[in-house]
């Protein structure tokens, strides 16, 4: 479903004057304080958060899956969907594919297909988790890590396929999560699981185009609930210090245990050279199933204020941005489009920390003034300054209201049927 720009602009103008006086408002406070809006404007403009193709539809748990209808049922219509959220938001210009869920027929025909959305394709993404039919060997014992030499070669030969279904697309980077790991203590060796599962990444490794990056992606459990081959920062470091330097780390925000310092981790590994990607989504107890900025909004701004100063250390530096969630009770759509909302939120606030200032302060030891300075910044509305970029961008002043109000989800359920489902998790 192609969203005519005539629509845009016609809902645009319901709430054209109102947002003027607020943006009007926020842009003399901001340079007043020393800021300059404009050139926010461009960097928020510039920002583009990756959605994955897996989250285009709703999600489950292992207890139940409740889908809501119009669900895309093949990748053209996945595209679609990100189609039109990028035109709702002009920020989400990328779609990450999962393989072996979402393997393109025809590439070049997906290839113009998503260019005339104004898509590119993100990171790819293999698939170990899963025995997939006709698969001669399973991956229950693990994939990367296994024991069995040729369980190993068939997920290193996995692995190799999804860069060259990357290679077709124009993709540059390819994410590696392994689910690998054990329930039971004694279940595994621990230095010779990570000892195969280095050697296959490895093999991988080998298999990148000159100008292609890989990605380590961490998590401290699940599916194995004793542990696992790549469980946290450390372990990805390890594995990506010794494959070279196209490798780097993957964070996804919900692939930590409770109360970890994810902003931390950040900046020791900007400091490193080796960040690589990001997945955002929030989370309570475990994994990414929340919206990102839905339960830990400060986390998200602390977490952009360490990016925006490895950015403006390395101007050369080049991150993935990309949504990891699930839906199981919002429609995916509007959850995307909040999520892109809150991500754009915190890099936004992010940039009015006054960082000289700051430094300053933390030299000084002056506890109360560094509070203050980062919370000024968090707690400056700049919604009004999202909304401009939107507006000058030819997109949605208010993205989710202009969803509900043209009834979207019912067009893609008259379209695609009430019964639909997406494949992935
Ligand atoms: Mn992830």
Redesign the pocket.
């Known amino acids: 479903m192609q969203l005519p720009k005539e629509q845009i602009a016609a809902h645009n103008q319901t709430s054209l004057a109102r947002h003027q006086a607020q943006y009007r408002f926020l842009a003399d406070s901001l340079t007043a304080d020393g800021h300059q809006p404009e050139q926010l404007l461009a960097k928020l403009q510039a920002f583009q958060v990756a959605l994955p193709s897996w989250a285009l539809g709703t999600g489950g748990t292992r207890f139940g899956r409740f889908p809501g209808g119009g669900e895309p049922r093949n990748l053209e219509e996945k595209i679609a969907d990100v189609g039109l959220l990028h035109a709702l938001n002009h920020s989400s210009g990328a779609i990450s594919l999962h393989i072996p869920w979402d393997i393109p027929q025809d590439a070049a025909a997906i290839r113009t297909l998503a260019a005339s959305y104004g898509l590119v394709f993100d990171a790819v993404n293999s698939n170990t988790f899963q025995d997939q039919p006709g698969q001669p060997l399973s991956y229950k014992f693990g994939s990367l890590s296994h024991t069995d030499a040729g369980v190993r070669r068939q997920a290193v030969a996995h692995n190799v396929e999804v860069i060259r279904h990357g290679v077709a697309l124009g993709s540059k980077a390819t994410t590696v999560?392994l689910s690998d790991g054990s329930c039971f203590p004694g279940q595994q060796h621990f230095r010779r699981a990570f000892e195969r599962t280095l050697a296959g990444l490895a093999e991988i490794y080998e298999a990148l185009p000159p100008d292609w990056r890989m990605y380590v992606?961490y998590k401290p459990f699940e599916p194995n609930f004793y542990s696992m081959v790549v469980q946290d920062w450390g372990a990805s470091l390890l594995y990506v210090s010794k494959l070279g330097p196209k490798a780097f780390s993957l964070v996804?925000l919900g692939?930590h245990l409770p109360n970890a310092n994810i902003e931390q981790i950040v900046a020791l590994l900007l400091m490193e050279g080796k960040l690589g990607g990001f997945?955002f989504n929030d989370s309570k107890y475990g994994d990414?199933d929340l919206t990102a900025g839905a339960l830990k909004p400060y986390q998200l701004f602390l977490i952009f204020k360490e990016l925006v100063e490895g950015m403006e250390r390395n101007p050369q530096l080049s991150l993935s941005w990309m949504i990891?969630a699930s839906h199981n009770v919002k429609d995916p759509l509007e959850d995307l489009l909040q999520s892109v909302e809150a991500i754009k939120l915190a890099y936004a606030q992010a940039l009015l920390v006054d960082a000289a200032a700051l430094h300053q302060a933390q030299e000084a030891n002056d506890v109360a003034l560094a509070q203050e300075l980062l919370q000024r910044a968090f707690r400056t509305d700049l919604r009004p300054l999202l909304a401009e970029a939107r507006l000058r961008a030819g997109a949605a002043l208010a993205p989710l209201a202009l969803f509900r109000d043209l009834g979207m989800r019912a067009q893609l359920v008259r379209e695609r049927g009430s019964r639909t489902v997406a494949t992935g998790l």
Do not use: A, L, T, V
Request: proline share 0%; glycine share 0%; charged share 55%.
């Open positions: 999560w992606e996804d692939h997945h990414d990891d």
